[in-house]
Each structure stands twice: as C-alpha cells, then as structure tokens.
C-alpha cells in the first residue's frame, strides 16, 4: 500500500490484531465459517425446543405483551451445549483483547427470526440501551454467532458503523445513507462493541434466520439475570466456566462476606 506524510501506522500481525482494530474503528468484525454446519444445525434445533419450553412456561399471550416471542433467553440455563458458545476459544481470547482480563457473560439471547414476520429486534438499539454516551474504555463486547446464512433476503443484522463513538443516535438520512447489513455465511461469528447502534432486518425469505447474541461486560455492570447466584449452586462447573458466569464477582451478601473475599485473595 503507497503512502505518504505519516509516521504512525498501526500493524496487524495477526487475526487477533485485525479483529481489533476493526472493533475500536469500525465497531464491528466479521470471523467467516468458524463453527462446523452440523453444530450449527443442532444449536438450531436445540433454540426451538428451548423457546418452546420457555412459551409453555410463561405464555404466549404474555410473551407478547412484553415483545419476548422468538426470543430465547439464557438458553444454556436449559441445556449445557449452549456453553460452547460463550466459552469459544476465539470470543475468549478476542473478549479479553478487547474489555481486558476481567469480565463475566452479562447475557445469552437466541433469536428466532421467522419469515415474512417482524421481530422485536428489527428496532435501531444499543445493547446497552438508554446509554446516550460514550467512554474511552469499552465496557461490553458481543459476539453474535450466525447459526444458519445472514443475508439480505433473510434480514441480516444491519449495524451503523462508527456509533459506538457518538453520544445521540443520528438522523435519519445519516442512517439511510451509512448503515450497512452484514453478510455472513453459516457459522460466521459477528463481533461488536456493545455500543454500536444495530437492528435486526425483516426476513423475506421463506426460512427461519437463526442466531445466537453473546455479550460480556466488566463486572461494574450486573448480569441480566444473576446467573452468578444460580450457577454457584451447580455441582461439577467448570472453573473457568464458573468465572465467565461471574461467580468470582458476586456481590458480598454482608460485611463479613465482603471481607473474606477480600482476604482470600492474599491467599
């Protein structure tokens, strides 16, 4: 690449560095193909029978009152192949690149996008929403698996590229003119700054759109659900799995427990 007058040029030396520096620039990177198709199409699977239990559970009726229908909530709650997701080697390693070594799951979303009907999602939002600010230190990360192809026909996720460095939520024309659908092909995985402005498209195609939305935050920022406390009580956890769900930065339950805690770590 020919250029001329700069003296400071950042260099990537590897996919790690790559992703980076698109996340801090552009606010979003794309890792193609990463998960095998045949994983991809039991996660699929697995998300319909966890929605289903979730809508006999609470009800569908009132999953509509509060815009929850095709939305799968904690869906490793239910089962522990979901695990795979947010322990990936690559979301761990890009996740701790990116907030630093410190961090836990704040939540665990699939999204069943069904053709020729209107998500929830397909409204412009942060995934920290009501945030009309910004910070020099990232304080969530995403990483959103694609479980079967995004595209334009199926309604692609469509990102606003740069926003996670604006305090407003811009004009509609700038909007019209600048945002951008992601395509990415079956087991692509999308990563972004949580403060990105996104929306889910309309899926006009004549298949469900699968995906799964991980997202992890300094631990200053609480869990959606306290899966900390619920996961505490689970027998044989994986330590490291137990740290991604933020067991380690529990809330003391008293003086003395916040002492403790204090005092194990000189041990």
């Known amino acids: 690449m020919e250029s001329y007058g700069i003296r400071n040029q950042r260099q990537t030396n590897n996919k790690i560095d790559s992703h980076l520096e698109n996340l801090r620039i552009n606010g979003f990177s794309i890792e193609e ?8 199409d039991k996660i699929a699977s697995l998300l319909d029978q966890v929605y289903q239990t979730q809508e006999d559970s609470f009800g569908k009726e009132n999953l509509a009152k509060i815009k929850e229908l095709d939305m799968v909530r904690m869906p490793f709650l239910y089962d522990q192949t979901f695990f795979k997701i947010f322990m990936h080697d690559l979301v761990l390693e890009l996740t701790s690149k990116y907030l630093g070594n410190v961090f836990h799951l704040h939540l665990q979303n699939g999204i069943i996008n069904r053709p020729q009907r209107k998500h929830h999602q397909t409204s412009w939002h942060r995934d920290l929403p009501y945030q009309d600010w910004v910070i020099s230190k990232p304080l969530g990360f995403n990483a959103f698996f694609c479980i079967t192809d995004f ?13 996670h460095q604006i305090d407003y939520f811009p004009n509609s024309k700038f909007i019209e003119d600048n945002q951008l659908q992601v395509n990415a092909p079956k087991g692509s995985i999308i990563f972004f700054d949580s403060m990105i402005y996104h929306r889910a498209g ?34 044989h956890l994986d330590p490291k799995v137990a740290k991604i769900l933020g067991v380690p930065y529990q809330t003391p339950t008293s003086v003395d427990d916040y002492r403790t805690k204090r005092l194990n770590k000189l041990t």
């Open 33 to 40: 193909a990463i998960i095998e198709e045949e994983f991809c």
């Open 202 to 235: 309309v899926n006009l195609s004549d298949n469900v759109r699968y995906g799964i939305n991980n997202m992890f935050v300094v631990p200053i920022l609480k869990q959606q659900i306290d899966l900390a406390s619920y996961c505490s009580t689970m027998e």
């Open 151 to 163: 595209n334009e026909s199926n309604g692609a996720t469509i990102v606003l590229p740069h926003s």
